[in-house]
């Protein structure tokens, strides 16, 4: 016969824990809200604008405060260019083979770095004259390339960042991005300013600021008031260029007719003594 009093005991324990289930549940609920604190949305000041052919399917940008590389996309129609001026005609061009999609460069000491979209090709050039250097190989598709002066972080359209060595292409490591309440996915064009990855999100207005040893998004910049207006799908904002000079980022898009230098307000942008340009308020 079982013990009646180890019954009754039992019992109550259990009505305990069940009423207990609410309340843990609501305090778990108030944790998980705290935990996903908004992402702060950075002001900017625009600080020029230029105009530029807008046949341009822009993937990657890149400044070095004297020339300009740029990648066009679309099979049959890629391209790597380079230019002293991005108003004009291109110094270089280089016209990748027909089933090669250019995708995301970066340039890093006297090498310049470009993804193809879904060959899994990175192609490798001489910064002087564009001369090829040679090809690394990947699995998954590629979209944006940076890097942070040692090493090269990729996107490819996930939430995560892959940090990968110059000479070889290898993963070092990876790392997945979050902040918020939001799924950080579709990571496109790369930038590498002020210690902090700048990524444009495909399909989104905005670009983010990621730290690169934590992924935690620190703050992001919305671009709707610089877009042309046009409704056709593939004109998005692609493409971001560190200005160091001027401490700014230049920002463009995929068909667009303009190149825009921002400063965002904030993340090390506008401290230095050297950010005389005159602004002029968003």
Aim: aromatic share 10%; charged share 25%; hydrophobic share 40%.
């Amino acid at each position: 016969m079982p013990d009646l009093e180890f019954c009754r005991r039992a019992r109550r324990a259990i009505t305990a824990m069940l009423l207990a289930l609410p309340s843990l549940t609501l305090s778990g609920a108030v944790a998980a809200a705290a935990a996903a604190d908004p992402v702060p949305e950075m002001d900017y000041s625009l600080l020029e604008q230029r105009d530029r052919p807008d046949d341009h399917f822009t993937q990657g940008l890149f400044f070095d405060g004297e020339r300009w590389w740029e990648s066009s996309g679309l099979f049959g129609r890629s391209w790597l260019a380079e230019y002293t001026d991005p108003t004009a005609r291109p110094v270089r061009r280089k016209w990748l083979a027909a089933d090669r999609f250019a995708e995301g460069l970066t340039v890093l000491g006297e090498r310049i770095y470009l993804l193809t979209y879904k060959a899994g090709e990175l192609q490798v050039y001489r910064r002087s004259d564009m001369a090829p250097l040679g090809r690394r190989y990947y699995a998954g598709e590629g979209w944006g390339l940076t890097s942070d002066g040692e090493q090269l972080i990729m996107s490819n359209g996930t939430d995560t960042l892959t940090f990968r060595d110059p000479d070889t292409f290898a993963i070092r490591r990876e790392l997945r991005v979050h902040g918020g309440s939001e799924q950080w996915s579709l990571l496109n064009e790369l930038e590498y300013a002020h210690g902090l990855v700048w990524a444009n999100i495909w399909q989104d207005k905005r670009i983010v600021a990621i730290d690169p040893d934590s992924g935690e998004v620190r703050g992001t910049v919305d671009l709707q008031e610089l877009e042309p207006g046009s409704q056709h799908p593939d004109v998005v904002a692609n493409g971001i260029a560190w200005d160091r000079g001027r401490d700014g980022l230049w920002v463009t898009g995929k068909f667009w007719p303009r190149l825009y230098l921002i400063r965002p307000r904030g993340l090390g942008f506008g401290q230095s003594p050297d950010s005389t340009a005159a602004d002029q308020p968003r």
